[in-house]
Protein backbone atom coordinates (compact mmCIF):
# COMPACT_ATOMS: atom_id res chain seq x y z
CA UNK A 1 0.00 0.00 0.00
CA UNK A 2 1.15 3.39 -0.70
CA UNK A 3 1.82 6.12 1.84
CA UNK A 4 -0.80 8.22 0.45
CA UNK A 5 -3.21 4.97 0.63
CA UNK A 6 -2.09 4.22 4.37
CA UNK A 7 -3.39 8.02 5.10
CA UNK A 8 -6.40 7.31 3.17
CA UNK A 9 -7.78 4.74 5.51
CA UNK A 10 -6.42 6.52 8.68
CA UNK A 11 -8.24 9.69 7.18
CA UNK A 12 -11.22 7.06 7.34
CA UNK A 13 -10.53 5.84 10.58
CA UNK A 14 -10.67 9.31 12.30
CA UNK A 15 -13.90 9.93 10.35
CA UNK A 16 -15.95 7.24 12.43
CA UNK A 17 -13.80 8.49 15.19
CA UNK A 18 -15.06 12.00 14.79
CA UNK A 19 -18.54 10.91 13.72
CA UNK A 20 -19.11 8.34 16.79
CA UNK A 21 -18.92 8.38 20.45
CA UNK A 22 -21.28 6.80 23.07
CA UNK A 23 -24.91 6.03 23.12
CA UNK A 24 -25.82 8.64 26.09
CA UNK A 25 -29.61 8.29 26.99
CA UNK A 26 -30.18 11.60 24.82
CA UNK A 27 -29.79 9.99 21.19
CA UNK A 28 -32.50 7.34 22.16
CA UNK A 29 -34.82 9.74 23.85
CA UNK A 30 -34.61 11.85 20.38
CA UNK A 31 -35.31 8.77 18.55
CA UNK A 32 -38.36 8.17 20.96
CA UNK A 33 -39.41 11.18 21.00
CA UNK A 34 -38.76 11.50 24.56
CA UNK A 35 -39.30 14.79 25.96
CA UNK A 36 -36.02 16.68 25.36
CA UNK A 37 -33.95 17.88 27.44
CA UNK A 38 -33.52 22.04 28.28
CA UNK A 39 -30.66 23.76 26.94
CA UNK A 40 -27.74 25.15 29.04
CA UNK A 41 -28.16 28.50 29.92
CA UNK A 42 -25.74 30.89 27.83
CA UNK A 43 -22.45 31.76 29.86
CA UNK A 44 -23.28 28.65 32.03
CA UNK A 45 -19.54 26.90 33.10
CA UNK A 46 -18.54 23.61 32.81
CA UNK A 47 -18.89 22.64 36.04
CA UNK A 48 -22.69 24.09 35.59
CA UNK A 49 -23.06 21.13 32.55
CA UNK A 50 -21.19 18.47 34.51
CA UNK A 51 -23.38 15.14 35.22
CA UNK A 52 -26.05 13.56 33.11
CA UNK A 53 -26.92 17.07 31.70
CA UNK A 54 -23.57 17.04 30.16
CA UNK A 55 -24.05 14.08 27.92
CA UNK A 56 -27.50 15.01 26.62
CA UNK A 57 -28.81 15.85 23.15
CA UNK A 58 -32.10 17.26 23.06
CA UNK A 59 -34.32 15.59 20.37
CA UNK A 60 -34.72 18.62 17.68
CA UNK A 61 -30.95 18.36 17.61
CA UNK A 62 -30.35 14.69 18.10
CA UNK A 63 -32.43 13.42 15.83
CA UNK A 64 -30.58 15.88 12.93
CA UNK A 65 -26.95 14.22 13.99
CA UNK A 66 -28.51 11.20 13.88
CA UNK A 67 -29.45 10.98 10.40
CA UNK A 68 -25.92 12.46 9.56
CA UNK A 69 -23.95 10.56 11.01
CA UNK A 70 -25.99 7.20 9.48
CA UNK A 71 -25.69 9.47 6.26
CA UNK A 72 -22.31 9.62 6.75
CA UNK A 73 -21.46 6.22 7.23
CA UNK A 74 -23.14 5.48 3.74
CA UNK A 75 -20.59 8.27 2.01
CA UNK A 76 -23.41 10.54 1.45
CA UNK A 77 -21.79 12.90 1.91
CA UNK A 78 -23.72 15.97 0.51
CA UNK A 79 -26.62 14.81 2.65
CA UNK A 80 -25.23 14.47 5.55
CA UNK A 81 -23.90 18.22 4.63
CA UNK A 82 -27.42 19.28 4.72
CA UNK A 83 -28.15 17.77 7.79
CA UNK A 84 -25.46 19.21 9.49
CA UNK A 85 -26.09 23.06 7.97
CA UNK A 86 -29.95 22.27 9.92
CA UNK A 87 -28.51 21.24 13.32
CA UNK A 88 -26.24 24.50 13.40
CA UNK A 89 -28.99 26.03 12.81
CA UNK A 90 -30.55 24.82 16.07
CA UNK A 91 -30.21 27.97 19.18
CA UNK A 92 -28.67 27.39 22.28
CA UNK A 93 -26.37 24.48 21.75
CA UNK A 94 -25.05 23.09 25.18
CA UNK A 95 -21.54 22.21 25.12
CA UNK A 96 -21.77 18.57 24.88
CA UNK A 97 -24.30 19.52 21.71
CA UNK A 98 -22.11 21.44 19.97
CA UNK A 99 -18.97 18.88 20.74
CA UNK A 100 -20.63 16.06 18.99
CA UNK A 101 -21.52 18.58 15.93
CA UNK A 102 -18.08 19.23 15.22
CA UNK A 103 -16.86 15.55 15.18
CA UNK A 104 -19.64 15.38 12.98
CA UNK A 105 -18.47 18.44 10.54
CA UNK A 106 -15.36 16.84 11.43
CA UNK A 107 -15.89 13.47 10.35
CA UNK A 108 -16.97 15.13 7.14
CA UNK A 109 -14.47 17.33 6.87
CA UNK A 110 -11.94 13.94 6.28
CA UNK A 111 -14.36 12.13 4.04
CA UNK A 112 -14.23 15.51 1.65
CA UNK A 113 -10.67 16.20 2.20
CA UNK A 114 -10.91 19.56 3.73
CA UNK A 115 -7.73 19.96 5.96
CA UNK A 116 -8.70 23.25 7.35
CA UNK A 117 -12.29 22.29 8.24
CA UNK A 118 -11.12 19.30 9.55
CA UNK A 119 -8.63 21.20 11.73
CA UNK A 120 -10.71 23.62 13.13
CA UNK A 121 -13.47 21.08 13.84
CA UNK A 122 -10.68 18.91 16.05
CA UNK A 123 -10.14 22.23 17.83
CA UNK A 124 -13.34 22.00 18.62
CA UNK A 125 -14.35 18.92 19.50
CA UNK A 126 -11.46 18.28 21.92
CA UNK A 127 -12.61 20.94 23.90
CA UNK A 128 -14.08 19.69 27.39
CA UNK A 129 -13.52 16.19 28.72
CA UNK A 130 -15.54 14.50 26.11
CA UNK A 131 -13.29 13.31 23.38
CA UNK A 132 -10.89 9.92 24.89
CA UNK A 133 -6.97 10.74 24.81
CA UNK A 134 -6.54 8.11 22.12
CA UNK A 135 -9.39 9.60 19.92
CA UNK A 136 -7.18 12.87 20.39
CA UNK A 137 -3.78 10.85 19.23
CA UNK A 138 -5.81 9.28 15.80
CA UNK A 139 -7.49 13.00 15.11
CA UNK A 140 -3.92 14.76 15.37
CA UNK A 141 -2.16 11.70 13.69
CA UNK A 142 -4.56 12.13 10.64
CA UNK A 143 -5.16 15.76 10.34
CA UNK A 144 -1.02 15.43 10.12
CA UNK A 145 -1.03 13.16 7.39
CA UNK A 146 -3.47 15.47 5.21
CA UNK A 147 -1.54 18.13 5.56
CA UNK A 148 1.69 16.29 4.45
CA UNK A 149 -0.53 14.87 1.79
CA UNK A 150 -1.32 18.40 0.80
CA UNK A 151 2.16 19.49 0.90
CA UNK A 152 1.78 22.03 3.50
CA UNK A 153 4.62 20.36 5.22
CA UNK A 154 5.41 23.05 7.80
CA UNK A 155 1.62 22.66 9.14
CA UNK A 156 2.28 19.07 8.78
CA UNK A 157 5.36 19.47 10.99
CA UNK A 158 3.03 21.02 13.98
CA UNK A 159 0.69 19.00 13.99
CA UNK A 160 3.16 15.93 13.96
CA UNK A 161 4.27 17.88 17.47
CA UNK A 162 1.04 18.10 18.65
CA UNK A 163 0.79 14.57 17.93
CA UNK A 164 3.81 13.40 19.93
CA UNK A 165 3.17 16.04 22.85
CA UNK A 166 -0.71 14.00 23.22
CA UNK A 167 0.90 10.90 23.81
CA UNK A 168 1.33 9.23 19.87
CA UNK A 169 4.32 6.77 19.74
CA UNK A 170 3.82 5.52 16.18
CA UNK A 171 7.59 5.63 14.77
CA UNK A 172 6.20 6.22 11.04
CA UNK A 173 5.23 9.86 12.15
CA UNK A 174 8.47 10.57 13.82
CA UNK A 175 10.21 9.39 10.70
CA UNK A 176 7.29 11.73 8.48
CA UNK A 177 8.08 14.99 11.12
CA UNK A 178 11.98 14.49 9.82
CA UNK A 179 10.79 14.59 6.11
CA UNK A 180 8.27 17.31 6.90
CA UNK A 181 10.92 20.20 8.77
CA UNK A 182 13.40 18.99 5.64
CA UNK A 183 10.67 19.53 2.92
CA UNK A 184 9.85 22.77 4.82
CA UNK A 185 13.30 23.92 4.30
CA UNK A 186 13.59 23.66 8.36
CA UNK A 187 16.99 22.34 7.55
CA UNK A 188 18.09 22.79 11.49
CA UNK A 189 14.89 20.67 13.27
CA UNK A 190 15.16 18.31 9.97
CA UNK A 191 18.91 17.39 10.89
CA UNK A 192 17.75 17.04 14.89
CA UNK A 193 14.87 15.06 14.31
CA UNK A 194 16.59 13.23 12.06
CA UNK A 195 19.77 12.56 13.93
CA UNK A 196 17.45 11.52 16.84
CA UNK A 197 15.60 8.69 14.93
CA UNK A 198 19.06 7.18 13.55
CA UNK A 199 20.69 7.10 17.11
CA UNK A 200 17.36 5.76 18.53
CA UNK A 201 17.88 2.62 15.46
CA UNK A 202 21.41 2.34 15.87
CA UNK A 203 20.98 1.70 20.12
CA UNK A 204 18.41 -0.94 19.02
CA UNK A 205 21.47 -2.77 16.59
CA UNK A 206 19.39 -1.45 13.45
CA UNK A 207 20.05 -0.50 10.75
CA UNK A 208 18.65 3.55 9.81
CA UNK A 209 16.87 3.74 6.41
CA UNK A 210 19.38 4.85 3.23
CA UNK A 211 16.86 7.87 3.17
CA UNK A 212 16.83 9.23 6.66
CA UNK A 213 21.14 9.06 6.51
CA UNK A 214 20.91 10.98 2.91
CA UNK A 215 18.36 13.65 4.14
CA UNK A 216 20.75 13.80 6.93
CA UNK A 217 23.64 14.96 5.06
CA UNK A 218 21.96 16.46 2.61
CA UNK A 219 20.54 19.18 5.89
CA UNK A 220 23.81 19.69 7.30
CA UNK A 221 25.24 20.36 4.35
CA UNK A 222 22.63 23.01 3.19
CA UNK A 223 23.43 23.98 7.13
CA UNK A 224 26.70 24.41 6.02
CA UNK A 225 27.94 22.37 8.31
CA UNK A 226 31.02 20.54 6.81
CA UNK A 227 31.78 18.48 9.95
CA UNK A 228 27.92 17.15 10.61
CA UNK A 229 27.98 16.77 6.39
CA UNK A 230 31.05 14.75 6.52
CA UNK A 231 30.00 12.97 9.37
CA UNK A 232 26.60 12.02 7.55
CA UNK A 233 27.97 10.76 4.23
CA UNK A 234 30.19 8.18 6.72
CA UNK A 235 27.38 6.97 8.22
CA UNK A 236 25.64 6.34 4.95
CA UNK A 237 28.51 4.00 3.55
CA UNK A 238 28.82 2.26 6.50
CA UNK A 239 25.31 1.27 6.35
CA UNK A 240 25.17 1.30 2.42
CA UNK A 241 28.08 1.79 0.78
CA UNK A 242 27.47 1.54 -2.71
CA UNK A 243 29.39 3.33 -5.90
CA UNK A 244 26.39 6.14 -5.76
CA UNK A 245 27.20 7.00 -2.21
CA UNK A 246 30.66 6.51 -2.17
CA UNK A 247 31.62 9.36 -4.76
CA UNK A 248 30.44 12.47 -2.68
CA UNK A 249 32.81 11.34 0.17
CA UNK A 250 35.74 11.12 -2.46
CA UNK A 251 34.46 14.35 -3.76
CA UNK A 252 34.89 16.00 -0.31
CA UNK A 253 38.33 14.19 0.15
CA UNK A 254 39.52 15.98 -2.76
CA UNK A 255 38.25 19.22 -2.28
CA UNK A 256 39.83 19.14 0.83
CA UNK A 257 42.30 22.71 0.91
CA UNK A 258 45.56 21.68 0.80
CA UNK A 259 45.13 18.02 -0.16
CA UNK A 260 48.87 16.81 0.51
CA UNK A 261 50.47 16.26 -2.81
CA UNK A 262 52.56 13.15 -1.90
CA UNK A 263 48.86 11.70 -0.81
CA UNK A 264 47.28 11.81 -4.15
CA UNK A 265 48.31 8.51 -5.35
CA UNK A 266 46.95 7.16 -1.97
CA UNK A 267 43.29 9.02 -2.85
CA UNK A 268 43.38 7.96 -6.74
CA UNK A 269 44.33 4.08 -5.27
CA UNK A 270 41.68 4.32 -2.64
CA UNK A 271 39.30 5.45 -5.43
CA UNK A 272 40.05 2.96 -7.68
CA UNK A 273 40.05 -0.24 -5.45
CA UNK A 274 36.20 1.23 -4.47
CA UNK A 275 34.09 2.57 -6.79
CA UNK A 276 36.31 2.89 -10.14
CA UNK A 277 36.59 5.57 -12.25
CA UNK A 278 34.19 7.17 -14.55
CA UNK A 279 36.68 9.58 -16.67
CA UNK A 280 39.17 8.83 -18.76
CA UNK A 281 41.04 11.53 -17.83
CA UNK A 282 41.55 9.99 -13.72
CA UNK A 283 43.29 6.70 -15.55
CA UNK A 284 45.49 9.34 -17.17
CA UNK A 285 46.45 11.22 -13.83
CA UNK A 286 47.04 8.27 -12.09
CA UNK A 287 49.04 6.96 -14.12
CA UNK A 288 51.31 10.12 -14.36
CA UNK A 289 51.21 10.10 -10.75
CA UNK A 290 52.53 6.72 -10.59
CA UNK A 291 55.19 7.50 -12.70
CA UNK A 292 56.50 10.31 -11.20
CA UNK A 293 56.55 8.40 -7.76
CA UNK A 294 58.61 5.46 -9.37
CA UNK A 295 56.04 3.09 -9.78
CA UNK A 296 56.15 2.65 -13.68
CA UNK A 297 54.77 -0.73 -13.46
CA UNK A 298 51.61 0.61 -11.60
CA UNK A 299 51.39 3.07 -14.26
CA UNK A 300 51.16 0.81 -17.14
CA UNK A 301 48.59 -0.99 -15.06
CA UNK A 302 46.91 1.46 -14.64
CA UNK A 303 46.26 2.67 -18.47
CA UNK A 304 45.62 -1.11 -19.17
CA UNK A 305 42.87 -1.15 -17.09
CA UNK A 306 41.86 2.58 -18.42
CA UNK A 307 41.76 0.90 -21.98
CA UNK A 308 39.93 -2.12 -20.87
CA UNK A 309 37.73 -0.03 -19.47
CA UNK A 310 36.36 1.63 -22.63
CA UNK A 311 37.77 4.84 -20.95
CA UNK A 312 40.71 4.79 -22.93
CA UNK A 313 40.45 4.91 -26.58
CA UNK A 314 42.05 5.51 -29.97
CA UNK A 315 41.84 8.76 -30.08
CA UNK A 316 43.80 9.17 -26.60
CA UNK A 317 47.30 6.93 -27.91
CA UNK A 318 47.68 10.46 -29.72
CA UNK A 319 48.76 13.55 -28.26
CA UNK A 320 50.04 13.93 -24.54
CA UNK A 321 48.68 10.47 -23.34
CA UNK A 322 50.71 8.77 -25.74
CA UNK A 323 53.87 10.44 -24.87
CA UNK A 324 53.11 9.68 -21.27
CA UNK A 325 52.32 6.13 -22.38
CA UNK A 326 55.28 5.68 -24.20
CA UNK A 327 57.35 6.79 -21.36
CA UNK A 328 55.58 5.05 -18.93
CA UNK A 329 56.17 2.01 -21.30
CA UNK A 330 60.03 2.24 -21.64
CA UNK A 331 60.42 2.94 -17.88
CA UNK A 332 57.94 0.31 -17.06
CA UNK A 333 60.12 -2.32 -19.44
CA UNK A 334 63.39 -0.93 -18.00
CA UNK A 335 62.03 -1.67 -14.33
CA UNK A 336 61.32 -5.46 -15.27
CA UNK A 337 64.62 -6.00 -17.21
CA UNK A 338 66.72 -5.11 -13.66
CA UNK A 339 64.05 -6.11 -10.85
CA UNK A 340 65.41 -9.34 -9.65
CA UNK A 341 68.71 -7.77 -9.23
CA UNK A 342 67.11 -5.03 -7.40
CA UNK A 343 65.34 -6.82 -5.20
CA UNK A 344 68.39 -8.93 -4.39
CA UNK A 345 70.67 -5.22 -3.89
CA UNK A 346 67.45 -3.91 -1.84
CA UNK A 347 68.27 -6.47 0.72
CA UNK A 348 71.45 -5.85 1.55
CA UNK A 349 70.68 -1.55 2.49
CA UNK A 350 69.66 -0.59 5.74
CA UNK A 351 66.40 1.34 5.26
CA UNK A 352 63.51 -0.62 4.19
CA UNK A 353 62.13 1.29 1.52
CA UNK A 354 63.60 -0.09 -1.54
CA UNK A 355 63.05 -3.56 -0.68
CA UNK A 356 59.15 -2.44 -0.09
CA UNK A 357 58.88 -0.66 -3.79
CA UNK A 358 60.75 -3.34 -5.73
CA UNK A 359 57.87 -5.70 -3.51
CA UNK A 360 55.22 -3.32 -4.37
CA UNK A 361 56.76 -3.75 -8.34
CA UNK A 362 56.86 -8.04 -7.68
CA UNK A 363 53.07 -7.54 -6.49
CA UNK A 364 51.89 -5.27 -9.43
CA UNK A 365 53.24 -8.06 -11.68
CA UNK A 366 50.59 -10.69 -10.32
CA UNK A 367 53.91 -12.23 -7.92
CA UNK A 368 51.39 -11.06 -5.44
CA UNK A 369 52.78 -13.20 -2.39
CA UNK A 370 56.40 -12.72 -3.37
CA UNK A 371 55.52 -8.95 -3.84
CA UNK A 372 53.59 -9.29 -0.18
CA UNK A 373 56.10 -10.61 1.36
CA UNK A 374 59.18 -8.16 0.30
CA UNK A 375 56.38 -5.18 1.06
CA UNK A 376 56.26 -6.79 4.99
CA UNK A 377 59.98 -7.14 4.78
CA UNK A 378 61.08 -4.13 3.65
CA UNK A 379 58.53 -2.44 6.28
CA UNK A 380 59.49 -4.39 9.07
CA UNK A 381 62.94 -3.10 8.39
CA UNK A 382 62.62 0.29 8.78
CA UNK A 383 61.41 2.68 6.49
CA UNK A 384 62.89 5.88 7.51
CA UNK A 385 60.70 8.65 5.24
CA UNK A 386 57.15 8.18 4.45
CA UNK A 387 56.57 4.78 6.28
CA UNK A 388 53.35 5.93 6.62
CA UNK A 389 52.38 6.41 3.14
CA UNK A 390 54.06 2.59 2.49
CA UNK A 391 51.46 1.33 4.87
CA UNK A 392 48.89 2.82 3.07
CA UNK A 393 50.13 1.16 -0.55
CA UNK A 394 50.44 -2.03 1.69
CA UNK A 395 46.82 -1.78 2.59
CA UNK A 396 45.84 -1.22 -0.89
CA UNK A 397 47.54 -4.37 -2.18
CA UNK A 398 45.65 -6.35 0.84
CA UNK A 399 42.13 -4.91 0.02
CA UNK A 400 42.95 -5.94 -3.96
CA UNK A 401 43.02 -9.40 -2.18
CA UNK A 402 40.29 -9.17 0.18
CA UNK A 403 42.58 -9.88 2.92
CA UNK A 404 40.53 -7.74 5.12
CA UNK A 405 41.94 -8.27 8.91
CA UNK A 406 45.30 -7.86 7.72
CA UNK A 407 44.50 -4.55 5.70
CA UNK A 408 42.82 -3.20 9.24
CA UNK A 409 45.21 -4.43 11.38
CA UNK A 410 47.75 -1.95 9.43
CA UNK A 411 45.51 0.53 9.12
CA UNK A 412 45.46 0.48 13.50
CA UNK A 413 48.98 1.66 13.15
CA UNK A 414 47.88 5.00 11.09
CA UNK A 415 44.85 5.91 13.62
CA UNK A 416 45.08 9.65 14.99
CA UNK A 417 48.05 10.99 12.55
CA UNK A 418 46.75 14.24 11.36
CA UNK A 419 49.33 15.14 8.97
CA UNK A 420 49.46 14.41 5.95
CA UNK A 421 46.55 16.58 5.23
CA UNK A 422 43.95 13.81 4.24
CA UNK A 423 45.68 11.12 5.66
CA UNK A 424 42.86 11.07 9.07
CA UNK A 425 39.96 11.13 6.24
CA UNK A 426 41.92 8.01 3.66
CA UNK A 427 42.77 5.96 6.96
CA UNK A 428 38.82 5.92 8.03
CA UNK A 429 37.34 5.44 4.54
CA UNK A 430 39.67 2.36 3.97
CA UNK A 431 38.07 1.19 7.37
CA UNK A 432 34.55 1.85 6.24
CA UNK A 433 35.24 -0.04 2.82
CA UNK A 434 36.53 -2.63 4.45
CA UNK A 435 33.78 -3.61 7.13
CA UNK A 436 31.68 -3.76 3.56
CA UNK A 437 29.59 -6.97 3.50
Wanted: proline share 4%; net charge positive; glycine share 8%.
Amino acid sequence: MTKKGRWVRRALACGAILATTSMPPAWAQAESGAPKQAANPAGASSAAVAGESELTVRPEIGLLLREAQRLLGEKMNQEAAGKLVAAEAVADKTPYEQHILARLKGALAVATGDIAQAAQQYELASQGPWLKPADKVVSLQVIAGMYYNAKNYAEASAWIVRYRQAGGDDPAMNRLLAQSYYLAADYANAAQALEAEIGKASALGQTPSERQLLLLADARSRLRDDGGHAKALEMVVRYYPSKANWRPLLGRLWATPQLAGRLQLDVFRFQLASVGFSQGSDYGQMAELALQEGSAIEAAKVLEQGYAAGLLGSADKAGDLKRLGDKIARSAAEDRGTLEKDVARAKTLPDGLAMFNYGFNLFQLGQTERGLAQMEQGLAKGIARNSDLARLRLVAAYAQLDQRDKATQLLSTLAGKAEPVGLAELVRYWNLWLRRP
